[in-house]
């Protein structure tokens, strides 16, 4: 005989609203004390079925842009940035990203001799990304004019 395992919390989605599911049963509460959590707001929910107000925020990246720090000649939303490239995600959260671009485009190089050079990851907003470690290979092709 199979042993039935009662949850007295549950968390689920609603696919249609793209709302957080919140279920309580034999008196729990739950006490959402970051202001939208989840989709909740900073509450304490008793309620055996309550929706949560807010549409759930799972991936806030728009773009992921890939920076290098002797570029010059790119410009994001009007400003100069040293962006190479930048690029929509096509996978879903948690898999393997393979990106290349489509197009080549030289931009100058603000040395003339490059020593070192520092490539980084951010989103849309200029926020450094959260790789987890994940190992990263970006490959340049500089050549002289």
């Known amino acids: ?13 609603n696919s249609s609203s793209l ?17 939208k959590s989840v989709g909740f707001n900073s509450a304490v929910y008793t309620t055996n079925y309550q929706e949560s107000e807010n549409v759930v925020s799972i991936m806030n990246i728009n773009s992921i842009v890939v920076n290098i720090d002797i570029i010059t000649g790119s410009y994001v939303n009007g400003r100069m940035q040293p ?5 929509f995600p096509n996978v879903s959260p948690g898999y393997r990203i393979v990106e290349k671009p489509p197009h080549l485009k030289y931009l100058p190089v603000t040395l003339d001799t490059v020593a070192k050079l520092r490539t980084y ?9 959260n ?3 994940e190992v990263v290979t970006i490959r340049l092709d500089i050549r002289q004019k």
Do not use: C, R, W
């Open 1 to 13: 005989m199979t042993k039935m395992t009662k949850y007295f919390i549950s968390v689920s989605a």
């Open 19 to 35: 709302k957080m599911v919140l279920t309580l049963s034999n008196g729990y509460q739950v006490d959402f004390g970051l202001p």
């Open 83 to 87: 962006v190479i490239y930048s690029f």
């Open 121 to 129: 990851i951010t989103d849309q907003d200029g926020n450094l990304l």
């Open 131 to 133: 790789l987890h470690g």
